[in-house]
């Protein structure tokens, strides 16, 4: 049987029950409030600019550039050695001393050459007066040969008298024939010997400076083996930059292509030139392969010194006066700019088509694609590096190449854009020229956009980045491995 309350009992529980609807009504309505109210302060009327790191589309220069380190050494340059052996006797020159072609640099002790020249002129002297005294007998011993032909055809003297006579004749011609052969290789042994007298003494054998110097004065020189090195001239009028560039970036090189560097010292001055040749074989170290490239520029102020270390810059295309844009504003699409591709955004972003478009370019340019234009060195401080340096006074360059630029493949990628009416919008673009830190944008937007290039951290997560640091390292950087 069902069981049966009375109505006092179930008053009763209504009245418990009650308060406990109300109390759970009353807390999802103050949970709504409290959540429209923060989404109404922080989101619904805050700023996109407030939220998101942004950037704004600026018209300039950009260039994709090749980094690359060398060294700088004279183009034209001899090392000066001994061709005899000896005591180097006496030093005209000393490092950085300026030469002309035939001074006088070295002496090695003339002694034993000078000594063996005056013995050698001695012999030839004796030789000679025998060949007189030969002569006379020639002369005599065809005489006695006449004379005797002529009895002979008188009748008046034998047969073997008149054969002794010419075979004294012949005798005396085949004597002085001799004498002849070893005056000659007299002569030729004495020029040796003189031409040894004459290697005592050093010449220059071009115009140039003195760079370096291996020998001593009073120091013996044995030149039997092999030729001992005194010193090295060089023209330090024009001198030759040879770099090492990996064989990632070696495609991205082509000969006559610009290329400028700068020095240790140089305080942001820089040199331009062309690159003069890639050499074919390559150098292996620790399993890394470089190539030399090598280009010249000329010197004529002396700024730059033998074996001077080089920050080197190859221009592999340039843009002028077009609107760039960060690189972490742009989302890129890997692969022909499809919609199926991966997309990149951010720093790994820019790298890549910085490097993997200029690549793609230059093997399109030697099949026969677009050709360098020319570029105007009139303001080269508006070249943007693909390190982010900062530019340098166009004052500071020595000389003026045409301007190399080359026409990369248009790209596809989305950028996402705050409007005037803070509303944020994605926007497809086509991209031209790019490096690690800007890209030229060639259309889909206009100068003066406000672009968004990533999300502000809040003040605390800054200070717990920060404070997570290795080393007490700035923000953002890492520690090398």
Same mark, same amino acid.
């Given at each position: 049987?069902?069981?049966?309350?009375?109505?006092?009992?179930?008053?009763?529980?209504?009245?418990?029950?009650?308060?406990?609807?109300?109390?759970?009504?009353?807390?999802?309505?103050?949970?709504?409030?409290?959540?429209?109210?923060?989404?109404?302060?922080?989101?619904?009327?805050?700023?996109?600019?407030?939220?998101?790191?942004?950037?704004?589309?600026?018209?300039?220069?950009?260039?994709?550039?090749?980094?690359?380190?060398?060294?700088?050494?004279?183009?034209?340059?001899?090392?000066?050695?001994?061709?005899?052996?000896?005591?180097?006797?006496?030093?005209?020159?000393?490092?950085?001393?300026?030469?002309?072609?035939?001074?006088?640099?070295?002496?090695?002790?003339?002694?034993?050459?000078?000594?063996?020249?005056?013995?050698?002129?001695?012999?030839?002297?004796?030789?000679?007066?025998?060949?007189?005294?030969?002569?006379?007998?020639?002369?005599?011993?065809?005489?006695?040969?006449?004379?005797?032909?002529? %009895?002979? $055809?008188?009748?008046?003297? @034998?047969?073997? =008298? #008149?054969?002794?006579? *010419? &075979?004294? +004749?012949?005798? !005396? /011609?085949?004597?002085?024939?001799? %004498?002849? $052969?070893?005056?000659?290789? @007299?002569?030729? =042994? #004495?020029?040796?010997? *003189? &031409?040894? +007298?004459?290697? !005592? /003494?050093?010449?220059?054998?071009?115009?140039?400076?003195?760079?370096?110097? @291996?020998?001593?004065?009073?120091?013996?020189?044995? &030149?039997?083996?092999?030729?001992?090195?005194?010193?090295?001239?060089?023209?330090?009028?024009?001198?030759?930059?040879?770099?090492?560039?990996?064989?990632?970036?070696?495609?991205?090189?082509?000969?006559?292509?610009?290329?400028?560097?700068?020095?240790?010292?140089?305080?942001?001055?820089?040199?331009?030139?062309?690159?003069?040749?890639?050499?074919?074989?390559?150098?292996?170290?620790?399993?890394?392969?470089?190539?030399?490239?090598?280009?010249?520029?000329?010197?004529?102020?002396?700024?730059?010194?033998?074996?001077?270390?080089?920050?080197?810059?190859?221009?592999?295309?340039?843009?002028?006066?077009?609107?760039?844009?960060?690189?972490?504003?742009?989302?890129?699409?890997?692969?022909?700019?499809?919609?199926?591709?991966?997309?990149?955004?951010?720093?790994?972003?820019?790298?890549?088509?910085?490097?993997?478009?200029?690549?793609?370019?230059?093997?399109?340019?030697?099949?026969?694609?677009?050709?360098?234009?020319?570029?105007?060195?009139?303001?080269?401080?508006?070249?943007?590096?693909?390190?982010?340096?900062?530019?340098?006074?166009?004052?500071?360059?020595?000389?003026?190449?045409?301007?190399?630029?080359?026409?990369?493949?248009?790209?596809?990628?989305?950028?996402?854009?705050?409007?005037?009416?803070?509303?944020?919008?994605?926007?497809?673009?086509?991209?031209?020229?790019?490096?690690?830190?800007?890209?030229?944008?060639?259309?889909?937007?206009?100068?003066?956009?406000?672009?968004?290039?990533?999300?502000?951290?809040?003040?605390?997560?800054?200070?717990?980045?920060?404070?997570?640091?290795?080393?007490?390292?700035?923000?953002?950087?890492?520690?090398?491995?």
């Amino acid at each position: 049987m069902p069981m049966k309350f009375s109505s006092s009992f179930l008053s009763s529980l209504r009245q418990r029950a009650l308060p406990r609807y109300t109390l759970l009504a009353l807390l999802m309505v103050l949970l709504a409030v409290g959540a429209y109210w923060g989404w109404h302060k922080f989101y619904a009327k805050k700023d996109p600019r407030e939220i998101y790191q942004v950037a704004e589309v600026q018209r300039g220069d950009i260039q994709d550039l090749v980094t690359a380190t060398g060294t700088v050494q004279p183009l034209e340059y001899v090392d000066v050695g001994a061709q005899v052996s000896g005591q180097l006797k006496k030093l005209h020159i000393e490092v950085g001393s300026v030469v002309k072609e035939g001074d006088l640099l070295a002496e090695i002790d003339p002694t034993v050459f000078r000594a063996t020249v005056d013995a050698r002129r001695a012999g030839l002297r004796n030789q000679q007066a025998t060949m007189k005294e030969r002569e006379s007998a020639l002369a005599l011993a065809s005489l006695q040969y006449t004379r005797q032909k002529n %009895l002979m $055809a008188a009748d008046a003297t @034998t047969a073997e =008298t #008149l054969q002794i006579a *010419e &075979a004294t +004749l012949r005798a !005396a /011609k085949a004597q002085i024939d001799a %004498l002849q $052969a070893q005056i000659e290789q @007299t002569q030729s =042994t #004495l020029r040796a010997d *003189e &031409a040894n +007298l004459n290697y !005592a /003494k050093i010449y220059a054998p071009m115009t140039g400076t003195v760079v370096s110097l @291996t020998a001593r004065q009073g120091q013996t020189l044995n &030149a039997n083996q092999n030729a001992p090195t005194i010193l090295r001239i060089a023209d330090l009028s024009t001198m030759t930059v040879q770099t090492q560039v990996s064989e990632a970036e070696i495609g991205k090189l082509s000969k006559n292509m610009e290329v400028y560097f700068t020095t240790l010292g140089s305080q942001g001055r820089r040199w331009y030139g062309a690159l003069r040749k890639i050499e074919p074989t390559p150098t292996v170290t620790n399993n890394v392969v470089l190539y030399n490239a090598l280009f010249d520029v000329p010197n004529n102020n002396q700024a730059l010194m033998p074996n001077m270390t080089t920050q080197v810059f190859f221009i592999a295309a340039t843009a002028k006066d077009v609107l760039l844009v960060p690189t972490s504003a742009v989302t890129t699409t890997r692969g022909s700019g499809s919609a199926g591709g991966k997309r990149e955004r951010g720093d790994s972003a820019g790298k890549s088509a910085g490097e993997k478009s200029s690549a793609s370019d230059n093997r399109k340019a030697k099949d026969g694609g677009a050709k360098p234009a020319a570029a105007d060195k009139s303001d080269p401080s508006a070249a943007t590096s693909n390190t982010g340096s900062p530019p340098v006074n166009s004052a500071a360059s020595t000389s003026g190449f045409a301007e190399q630029s080359t026409t990369h493949t248009p790209r596809s990628g989305t950028v996402k854009v705050i409007g005037e009416d803070g509303k944020v919008e994605q926007r497809k673009v086509e991209l031209g020229v790019s490096n690690r830190v800007q890209m030229q944008v060639t259309s889909g937007l206009s100068e003066g956009d406000t672009v968004i290039i990533g999300i502000k951290l809040p003040p605390s997560s800054k200070r717990t980045q920060a404070a997570g640091q290795p080393g007490g390292m700035p923000p953002g950087a890492t520690r090398g491995r």
